[in-house]
């Protein structure tokens, strides 16, 4: 159902777009530099407005560096100058997060980017030191999601930063910052530039720029209704003794059927997604880091828990509203009222439509025996004499 490529291109970090082409075999798939060459062909002066101080645009800022890779698919190497000046690691040299890249021109790379890693350039301007993610690192670490960069197997299921968050643009609704605004600070500040980034900084926050409740709804589904990795991590806790929660198979198909998933469906803002539930509305941001799953005590889904949760939309919620299932299935092994309620309700409506039809079928052959013509014509269908004398048309 999600479409990765729409939900995320808006914000794609150095807009790596894969095309998927025509599976072919090629011979050569290191194009690499008959792929340079092209691209300074290519020639196409593009502005940054962003500092480049360690010359990654030299060759980056060609909208044809791509390659093919192994299986196929044409893979972007372009970052967009102007993009990625209006991301929010804009002031982010590139070589902070590819640490590893160490001498220009350089091979090929194998390593990714850990979103641990402490900024060589940037200060928390709070404290002073140098900036990391390891707050929201550490409490992601410790959630059902947490795992390693480079992983294989059934941990690599589990999302990555990178499977949520792109790098993103300030604010994709605000072409930039308001003229009034700026003029005014720059009154005092002097410098526009300085204003206006710290504007879009502060923006963001304060409006509260962020997923809406279909997006999220996505993100989750992308993993938790593909049925091919619920399969395989309902095998792997079988053979290895471990717990998973009782809607685990059905978390996304049961939250469709909720009265909260049709609300959303609809396009409502205001009822609850899944993290509204999954995650603590105190301090949502880092909560959303550290999703648990049912039965620890800390979530706010663990049944303790559970009406203060309803309670933050549902103000009179009581135990018994919060006993109401938010993953509402009619599994036999399930939802046992709601999965015999429906047979019942499916037996008792095949049975009046099957009356109906049938008494309609009596009637017809009844009347076509008796002799009495089938015809559209001045409001009834039937006309003639019944040969039988039973006349059922006055
Ligand atoms: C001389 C041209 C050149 C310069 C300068 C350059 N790159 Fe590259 N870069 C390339 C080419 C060519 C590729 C594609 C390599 C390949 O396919 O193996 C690439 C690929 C990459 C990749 C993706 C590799 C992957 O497979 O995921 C990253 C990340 C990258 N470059 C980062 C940087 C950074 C950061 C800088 C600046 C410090 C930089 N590059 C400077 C030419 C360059
Ligand atoms: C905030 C950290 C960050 C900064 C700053 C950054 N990148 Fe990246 N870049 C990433 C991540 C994360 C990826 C995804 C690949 C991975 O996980 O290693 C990536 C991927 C890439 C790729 C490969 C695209 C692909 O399809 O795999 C290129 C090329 C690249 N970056 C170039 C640059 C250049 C040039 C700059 C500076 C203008 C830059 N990056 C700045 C984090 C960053
Ligand atoms: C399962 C998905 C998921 C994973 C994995 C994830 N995040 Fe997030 N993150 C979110 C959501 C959802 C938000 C809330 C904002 C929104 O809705 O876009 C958020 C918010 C943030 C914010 C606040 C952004 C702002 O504009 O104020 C930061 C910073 C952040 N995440 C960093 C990280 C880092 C670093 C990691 C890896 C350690 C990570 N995230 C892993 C889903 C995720
Ligand atoms: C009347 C003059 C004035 C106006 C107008 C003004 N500022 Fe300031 N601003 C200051 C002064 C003076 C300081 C430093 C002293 C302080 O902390 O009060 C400052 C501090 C700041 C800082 C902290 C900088 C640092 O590194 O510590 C930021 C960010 C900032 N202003 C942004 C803005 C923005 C954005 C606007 C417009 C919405 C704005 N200012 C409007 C005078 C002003
Ligand atoms: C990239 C795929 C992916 C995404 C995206 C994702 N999850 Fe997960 N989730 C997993 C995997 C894999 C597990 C681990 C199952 C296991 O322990 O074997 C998991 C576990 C969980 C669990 C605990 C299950 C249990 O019974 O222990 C909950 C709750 C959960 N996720 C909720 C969410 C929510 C809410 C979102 C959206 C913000 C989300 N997930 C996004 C893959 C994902
Ligand atoms: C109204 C609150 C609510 C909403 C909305 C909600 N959940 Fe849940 N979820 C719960 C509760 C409570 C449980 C525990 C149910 C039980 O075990 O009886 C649960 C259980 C789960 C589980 C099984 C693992 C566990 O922790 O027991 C997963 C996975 C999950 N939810 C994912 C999602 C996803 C994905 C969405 C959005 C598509 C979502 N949930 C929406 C409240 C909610
Ligand atoms: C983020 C807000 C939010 C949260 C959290 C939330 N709900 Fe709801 N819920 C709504 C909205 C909005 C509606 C729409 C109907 C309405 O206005 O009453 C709704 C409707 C319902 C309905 C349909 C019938 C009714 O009473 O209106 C049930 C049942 C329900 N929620 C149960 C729950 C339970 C149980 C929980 C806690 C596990 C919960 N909700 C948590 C926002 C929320």
Redesign the pocket.
């Known amino acids: 159902m999600i479409n990765k490529k729409t939900l995320y291109l808006s914000h794609r970090h150095p807009l790596q777009i894969q095309t998927a082409v025509q599976k072919r075999s090629y011979p050569h798939v290191f194009l690499t530099a008959l792929l340079i060459g092209l691209t300074l062909l290519y020639i196409q002066d593009v502005q940054a407005s962003f500092s480049d101080d360690e010359g990654c645009l030299i060759c980056h800022k060609y909208p044809r560096m791509t390659r093919v890779t192994e299986d196929g698919a044409i893979r972007s190497y372009y970052v967009m100058p102007g993009v990625f000046a209006n991301t929010v690691h804009r002031n982010v040299p590139c070589r902070d997060c590819h640490s590893y890249i160490k001498e220009l021109p350089h091979r090929e790379v194998k390593e990714g980017v850990q979103c641990n890693s402490e900024c060589h350039s940037v200060k928390n301007p709070a404290t002073g030191k140098q900036f990391s993610h390891k707050g929201i690192y550490d409490a992601y670490k410790g959630s059902?999601h947490g795992r390693e960069k480079n992983t294989q197997g059934i941990e690599s299921d589990k999302p990555y930063c990178i499977t949520c968050h792109t790098n993103p643009i300030y604010d994709p609704n605000e072409a930039g910052p308001p003229k009034h605004i700026v003029d005014r600070c720059v009154l005092c500040h002097e410098d526009q530039k300085f204003v206006e980034q710290w504007y879009k900084h502060t923006s963001r926050r304060i409006r509260d720029v962020k997923r809406s409740s279909e997006e999220?709804?996505q993100l989750?589904?992308s993993c938790?209704e593909d049925k091919k990795l619920i399969d395989r991590h309902v095998k792997h806790a079988a053979e290895n003794n471990l717990e998973?929660?009782?809607?685990?198979k059905v978390?996304?198909e049961s939250?469709?059927e909720?009265f909260?998933?049709k609300l959303t469906n609809y396009g409502f803002q205001g009822t609850?997604?899944?993290l509204?539930?999954?995650a603590k509305e105190d301090n949502y941001y880092k909560s959303v880091h550290e999703i648990?799953?049912?039965?620890d005590p800390l979530?706010p889904?663990h049944?303790d828990n559970?009406v203060e949760?309803?309670k933050r939309c549902h103000t009179r919620a009581d135990s018994n509203y919060a006993g109401i299932?938010?993953?509402p299935t009619a599994l036999a092994d399930d939802g046992v009222f709601r999965h015999y309620a429906e047979k019942i309700y499916d037996l008792i409506s095949y049975i009046t439509i099957l009356g109906l039809v049938g008494l309609s079928m009596f009637e017809t052959f009844g009347r076509r025996r008796d002799g009495v013509a089938f015809r559209l014509r001045k409001g009834t269908s039937w006309r003639r004499k019944s040969k039988r004398g039973r006349d059922r048309v006055e």
Request: hydrophobic share 20%; glycine share 6%; charged share 25%.
């Open positions: 059902v999220i709804v989750c589904s938790h998973l929660g009782k809607k685990f978390a996304v939250y469709e909720s909260h998933g609850a997604n899944c509204d539930c999954h648990r799953p049912s039965r979530s889904t049944k559970r949760t309803c299932d938010p993953h």
